[in-house]
């Protein structure tokens, strides 16, 4: 029985379940370096049947993610259902014929098509809901890549088209192109860079649709974290400044703050940066890999939190309080 509510993502008639599910942390890393600790398949695929049982139909999924497993491991479940889900997947992390990053990006023409029909071999399907650039390629105007990318839609091999991490300016060259249905990028009280830079006003100034990716700050708003030596050995967050040495226990304290708001409201932490997230009016993937995690996620779309309560979120983590780059540099 559906549990989750759908909603419109932008305004080119992509519908989606509220909540979706990022798959990423399912298969391991990228390059063999962990991403949020190890993965158990089985489970990965029972939280996957489960999502669909809870009403959570988008599953997010990259060529990146593995690489390539991730999209292999998603074609699981699609397999002999695949109209119950929307399915989400990403290109433009150049991703070579062995199936390594490079280090680089790729938003060529040639690479578009080449990653569409990758992506659609390792999903054992013949159209992709939602195609995303994941980043954009500082050597390819936006327009060539957006161009390339509307053609596999005259060729219904993908049925929408999505962007990650631009900013406003990027967005309006590449919508000018072909309508943008989503753009994903990081969003949650830890990283409110998109409001402080205009971009998700500007998606809503153009009817696209706004998907938050690491709504729970990369599972640091779970308050599950208390020291840097919670991260196993290869997770990749140990390598972004915000989780390391004077800025990890500055941020700690962010997440000391929320969990007096969660007590009091008689919720978990991890639920409440959830609620807070979805009362700003867009989807959010939050990536687990664990069944348990899955539904107590699910039911923070149930959480109504007034005026007063929003008002005490933004006192807390308000624009810009995160100690530390959101990434490592250069990245």
């Not at 909540?19 to 993965?39: D, K, P, Q």
């Not at 290109?91 to 199936?99: A, L, P, S, Y």
């Not at 280090?103 to 098509?113: D, E, F, I, L």
Request: with cysteine; hydrophobic share 40%; glycine share 10%.
């Amino acid at each position: 029985m559906s549990t989750i509510k759908k909603v419109p993502l932008g305004s080119q008639g992509l519908h989606v379940s509220v909540e979706g599910l990022g798959c990423m942390g399912m298969t391991g890393g990228i390059n063999g370096m962990s991403v949020y600790g190890e993965a158990d398949e089985a489970e990965s695929l029972a939280t996957l049947h489960r999502a669909l049982e809870l009403g959570v139909d988008m599953l997010d999924t990259a060529d990146l993610y593995g690489p390539m497993k991730n999209e292999r491991l998603v074609a699981k479940v699609l397999a002999g259902q695949r109209d119950k889900f929307t399915v989400a997947t990403k290109f433009g992390f150049e991703v070579d014929d062995n199936e390594q990053w490079t280090g680089g990006y790729n938003g060529r023409p040639a690479y578009v098509r080449k990653s569409i029909e990758r992506s659609l071999r390792n999903l054992g399907t013949d159209y992709v809901d939602l195609y995303y650039l994941h980043r954009v390629d500082p050597a390819t105007p936006i327009e060539e890549t957006v161009g390339a990318m509307s053609r596999l839609v005259e060729e219904g091999k993908v049925r929408y088209l999505g962007l990650s991490e631009v900013p406003a300016d990027t967005l309006r060259r590449a919508h000018a192109v072909h309508p943008i249905s989503a753009l994903e990028s990081e969003y949650s009280l830890f990283d409110r860079r998109v409001e402080d830079e205009g971009i998700i006003a500007a998606a809503g100034e153009l009817g696209i649709g706004f998907v938050a990716y690491s709504p729970l700050g990369r599972g640091f708003l779970s308050g599950d974290i208390k020291t840097p030596d919670d991260f196993e050995a290869n997770d990749s967050r140990r390598f972004f400044p915000r989780y390391q040495g004077e800025n990890f226990y500055k941020n700690l304290e962010l997440v000391e703050k929320l969990k007096t708001q969660a007590a009091a409201k008689g919720v978990t932490p991890a639920q409440l940066a959830l609620a807070w997230v979805l009362a700003q009016d867009v989807v959010v993937i939050p990536g687990t890999k664990r069944r348990t995690y899955l539904e107590a996620n699910v039911a923070a779309a149930s959480i109504a939190l007034s005026p007063a309560e929003l008002a005490e979120l933004d006192a807390i983590m308000p624009v810009g309080s995160a100690a530390g780059a959101a990434y490592p540099a250069g990245f």
